[in-house]
């Protein structure tokens, strides 16, 4: 692995002040991907890298938020794709800014009017790519049979969506934040959504009073 932008374990425990046990304790308690602890061969056995920016600005997060929070709160705030709340369809479409569009293909493809908070999360992504790209309604609807694919094998937020043009087509790709995605030199990248970002601007809009 390239060490260029990844942090080892011992540099973050001397950066940031925080302890061994903290760390760890953070991880059970989800307010840090275990996605993120990346275990490499050295010469003295393993060691654990993590993404350097991301791992950095999350302990900064937990540090400024703890004393306001419980670590179960802010498991909730960090990873709301772990708990098993669900959204009524009805629910989703009072959402500021969301596609009504988007539910409703939702619904047909999902075949189901409650959703998890993945399945929200691509829902608000739906309605972000038709506006910034923009997708065409046969587009978007591709776009939600991608999602449809994809939702089983998801297992955080830890993902980046890209929407590429190669002769006139748009192609959707799913991947780890972690790994490089080389594309076609001949296709166009359009759009790149981290949806660890999207996610925090949902989990707001999700605890925002609803009119």
């Keep these: 692995m390239d060490t260029l932008g990844y942090i080892s374990k011992k540099e973050l425990l001397k950066t940031t002040g925080i302890s061994y046990g903290q760390l760890y304790r953070w991880k059970r308690q989800n307010l840090i991907p275990e996605a993120w602890f990346i275990k490499q061969s050295s010469f003295t056995g393993q060691e654990t ?14 540090q400024r938020l703890k004393d306001r929070y419980t670590l179960d709160e802010l498991s909730e705030l960090f990873s709301p794709e772990t708990g098993s709340r669900t959204y009524e369809a009805s629910e989703v479409r009072r959402l500021p800014g969301i596609h009504q ?46 999602a449809k694919e994809w939702l089983p ?59």
Aim: proline content about 3%; glycine content about 4%; hydrophobic content about 45%.
């Design 153 to 211: 094998r998801i297992k955080g937020t830890n993902v980046s969506v890209y929407v590429v043009s190669k002769d006139g087509t748009l192609l959707f790709l799913l991947a780890e934040q972690e790994g490089r995605l080389l594309i076609d030199p001949a296709a166009v990248l359009v759009d790149k959504v981290d949806l660890e970002d999207l996610s925090k601007d949902l989990n707001l809009m999700l605890n925002q009073p609803v009119r």
């Design 101 to 146: 569009e988007a539910v409703r293909w939702f619904e047909h493809y999902l075949l189901k009017d409650r959703f998890s908070f993945m399945e929200v999360l691509f829902i608000h992504l739906t309605g972000s790519l038709i506006k910034k790209c923009p997708l065409s309604d046969k587009e978007a609807e591709r776009f939600v049979m991608c």
């Design 49 to 62: 890298f993590f993404p350097r920016e991301q791992i950095l600005k999350r302990i900064d997060e937990i």
